[in-house]
């Protein structure tokens, strides 16, 4: 299939947009997944593609936050070895059974999450006490959300950072910066297993990578400077956007 350059540059700002919005809050697949879909690709390669993007926004993002000091390699090794693992298995048992599975999960997570941080208005502000062991979160926090994001993916990027704030203690500028590791090993997993399967469309692909780096690149810089009062906004505005498109999705609004 042949695509317009037109085409092309905007799929490229749309990964420039995500980019920015997945580094700060997560969900950038909000705007991307359904771009893929508008632009004629089949509902697996716009899948495949959308992994191969977005897995360069969160390196680009994970490498900042890295090069900032906002995160140290060695201690978040471990867990990023159990999301790697985790979203191995998601994206084989993804070809075994379907996703509607999770149907009843993703909303009350989502809403779980939004209802978290908008009663919480402080939290993530300063260190706290973590509730659950390191190893305990490292060998069975971190691979479910990993599992996730090679099952389905909305929203990953929010677990891991809600999941450090509440569980471990983390600052959620902290918990949001390792959440970018995470969230890479998760996606880079679930882009081998489509690598594999050969349904990546690359011209497409590469089109969204340069927005992509640009935009997480971006939404690096701001998310460290914004800290966060700007983090936790964010993260609700996208767990309700995210919400919506789920309940439009199912026809739950008569759309």
């Not at 809050?25 to 909000?30: D, F, N, P, V």
């Not at 992994?51 to 000091?69: C, D």
């Not at 069975?140 to 996730?148: A, D, L, N, S, T």
Request: charged share 10%; with cysteine.
């Amino acid at each position: 299939m042949i695509y317009p350059l037109i085409d092309l540059a905007g799929l490229g700002l749309v990964g420039l947009a995500a980019g920015f919005i997945d580094t700060i809050a997560g969900g950038g697949g909000l705007l991307t997944v359904p771009s893929l879909l508008l632009a004629g690709l089949p509902t697996i390669a716009a899948l495949a593609t959308n992994k191969l993007q977005s897995s360069s926004g969160t390196l680009t993002a994970s490498l900042t936050m890295i090069h900032k000091k906002q995160v140290k390699l060695p201690t978040v090794a471990g867990a990023f070895a159990m999301s790697f693992t985790g979203s191995l298995a998601g994206c084989w048992l993804v070809q075994h059974i379907p996703p509607h599975h999770l149907d009843v999960v993703i909303p009350l997570v989502l809403t779980g999450i939004a209802i978290y941080f908008v009663r919480n208005k402080t939290a993530g502000e300063h260190l706290g006490p973590p509730r659950i062991g390191i190893w305990l979160y490292r060998l069975c926090v971190v691979p479910v959300i990993g599992f996730y994001d090679g099952f389905l993916g909305p929203g990953t990027g929010s677990f891991f950072g809600l999941s450090g704030v509440a569980l471990q203690g983390e600052t959620l500028v902290a918990a949001t910066a390792k959440a970018k590791l995470l969230n890479f090993a998760s996606n880079s997993a679930a882009l081998l297993a489509f690598l594999a399967s050969s349904k990546i469309v690359w011209l497409v692909g590469l089109a969204m990578i340069a927005g992509q780096i640009t935009g997480a690149y971006l939404g690096a810089h701001v998310m460290i400077r914004g800290g966060a009062r700007l983090i936790r906004p964010l993260i609700v505005v996208m767990c309700l956007a995210m919400l919506l498109r789920y309940a439009v999705q199912k026809g739950l609004l008569g759309l």
